[in-house]
T-cell receptor
């Protein structure tokens, strides 16, 4: 499984855009990139997933360059409630749904007023 | 989206006793579920993969006789911490992926806080 590297922590202020970059130099051809958010004492929550280029949903955007060795999660106009740990994961997907996900260290995002 | 539910949300037990944690997929069938453990301020560590109708697959360093996993149906997996000790106190989380195409996401339970006293 590809190893991921993320910044340990980031600080931001309400209303700002936050970009969290993840390195995954050993990403395999079949690997997808997935980001999860985790609040204290809760299970992780899916944010976004992509394979290449750009993916956008109602909460975030995911930018993946052509070589796919890194990815950037972009959170527009963060609020205090976005304070959480954000995990970047890479892994291949089996059609039977059996692929396991391995978590890296994650990035602790702290949003202040 | 799909829902994965864990029970109990928290449990306190005495050292030496066993504790069972349930993980249910509420609106889909999961042939495979995953169990994680998370210590304070650390990342999730995969413990084992639970396979319906067969033996679980444990990650290196995880004692299969201490952490018993049973996946008896397509919607329920259980993790039993046997002869629990204070060092087993942790946050246990399960997850399941909806079977389907290549971009299906994994859903996580809310976690179970185990405290062994």
């Amino acid at each position: 499984l590809a190893k991921t590297t993320q910044p340990i922590s980031m600080d931001s202020y309400e209303g700002q855009e936050v970009n969290i970059t993840c390195s995954h130099n050993n990403i395999a051809t079949n690997d997808y990139i997935t980001w999860y958010q985790q609040f204290p004492s809760q299970g992780p929550r899916f944010i976004i997933q992509g394979y290449k280029t750009k993916v956008t949903n109602e909460v975030a955007s995911l930018f993946i360059p052509a070589d796919r060795k890194s990815s950037t999660l972009s959170l527009p106009r963060v609020s205090l409630s976005d304070t959480a740990v954000y995990y970047c994961l890479v892994g291949y997907i089996l059609t039977g749904g059996g692929n396991k996900l391995t978590f890296g260290t994650g990035t602790q995002l702290k949003v202040e007023l | 989206g799909a829902v994965v539910s864990q029970h109990p949300s928290w449990v306190i037990c005495k050292s030496g006793t066993s504790v069972k944690i349930e993980c249910r997929s509420l609106d889909f069938q999961a042939t495979t579920m995953f169990w994680y453990r998370q210590f304070p301020k650390q990342s999730l560590m995969l413990m084992a993969t639970s396979n319906e109708g067969s033996k679980a697959t444990y990650e290196q360093g995880v004692e299969k006789d201490k952490f018993l996993i049973n996946h008896a149906s397509l919607t329920l997996s259980t993790l039993t911490v046997t002869s629990a000790h204070p060092e087993d106190s942790s946050f246990y989380i399960c997850s399941a992926r909806v079977p389907g195409g290549a971009d299906t996401e994994a859903f996580f339970g809310q976690g179970t806080r185990l405290t062994v006293v």
